[in-house]
């Protein structure tokens, strides 16, 4: 599994969501990682350790980064 992390990356946890979904979407990167229930909509903030620990499998890779032009 590869260790980069895009927005709009589609996830699979280890572990359902009480609504009993276990797709998340990611919505943020950075230190801690946001992602969102594609069941009831909660969001939900981890640090990058428990989201790479949680994660099952990675259903959907966001688009790439743009680079950024001088």
């Known amino acids: 599994m590869t260790e980069e992390i895009r927005l709009g990356d589609i996830i699979q946890t280890r572990k359902k969501h ?3 979904q276990d797709e998340w979407t990611v919505i ?3 230190a801690d990682i946001k992602i969102r229930c594609h069941g009831c909509g909660r969001i939900v903030m981890l640090d990058r350790a428990d989201f790479l620990r949680r994660r099952k499998r990675l259903i959907t890779q966001g688009p790439a980064p743009c680079e950024q032009k001088e």
Do not use: D, V
């Open 28 to 30: 943020r990167t950075g």
């Open 18 to 20: 009480p609504c009993g």
